[in-house]
């Protein structure tokens, strides 16, 4: 089992790493979950993308945060894969896409991904010349 642990994020600037927040509510059910207490909890999912590019990105990212509504996404990228960890009023289809969870354990394809990548590497390649 692939576990990954979210736990900071930075700024290619050189601040400071600061931790990622996935909110109190949620904090208590992962920490007993990856200390093997309960199950891994229902209002959440972890899913993998892999790219779909024969040379995607070579570049990493910090692991960031979004909100989408009701649901916080936490994700980072490595060449060829986005990992992200969901938390919040899942749908159906977003539990099934959990590799934890769904009976078929999938990885996702992700057509356009490499577009995101190249776009957050190359505004913090831009941010850091001004400096």
């Not at 692939?2 to 927040?21: C, K, M, Q, W, Y």
Request: proline share 5%; net charge negative; charged share 15%.
């Amino acid at each position: 089992m692939l576990i990954v642990r979210f736990n900071h994020s930075g700024s290619a600037t050189g601040g400071v790493a600061e931790p990622i927040r996935v909110g109190s509510e949620y904090q208590e059910e992962l920490r007993r979950y990856l200390v093997g207490e309960v199950e891994f909890p229902e209002n959440a999912a972890c899913v993998i993308y892999i790219s779909t590019s024969q040379t995607p990105p070579l570049s990493a990212g910090y692991p960031d945060s979004l909100q989408d509504g009701s649901v916080s996404i936490h994700r980072f990228y490595v060449p060829g894969v986005w990992f992200l960890l969901v938390f919040g009023d899942l749908t159906d289809d977003q539990r099934k896409m959990c590799i934890l969870r769904s009976v078929n354990h999938p990885l996702c394809l992700l057509v356009h991904g490499d577009a995101l990548a190249h776009s957050i590497c190359f505004n913090l390649s831009m941010t850091n010349k001004q400096l």
